[in-house]
């Protein structure tokens, strides 16, 4: 078992950055994959970056690419997603999530932590 915590979120403004932890613990292993997702009020979780064990590949949404870096340091446990330029439109709750494979579904992940909100405002 792999337990989750995010932490990081708040209100921040459009234009601003804000960025996120999420602490791993229980069965840690730098062959997990690392995702973020997002789920906004009223719609369906999208898919925002996932990162490989050895943060040599990355993926990330066209929505959020350019403005969000997603990046791991092994030796805390700890993942993060730096966003940068927010928009109203980046407003959800993000989730970390964690699997042994390298995938974008954003329902495809074994591990989930308890969400953090986000909310920028214009």
């Known amino acids: 078992q792999v337990q989750l915590v995010e932490s990081g979120g708040g209100l921040v403004q459009a234009g601003g950055s804000r960025r996120l932890s999420c602490a791993a613990s229980?069965?840690?292993?730098?062959?997990?994959?690392m995702g973020w997702l997002r789920q906004a009020p009223g719609k369906e979780r999208e898919f925002v970056a996932v990162l490989s064990g050895t943060s040599l590949s990355t993926y990330y949404a066209d929505s959020v690419k350019g403005r969000f870096t997603i990046s791991r340091d092994n030796a805390k446990n700890t993942v993060y997603l730096q966003m940068n330029s927010l928009k109203p439109e980046d407003t959800a709750v993000y989730s970390c999530?964690?699997?042994?494979?390298?995938?974008?579904?954003?329902?495809?992940?074994?591990?989930w932590g308890q969400g953090t909100q986000v909310t920028v405002s214009s």
């Open positions: 229980g069965r840690t292993s730098n062959s997990y994959v």
């Open positions: 999530a964690a699997d042994l494979r390298f995938t974008s579904s954003a329902n495809g992940y074994d591990y």
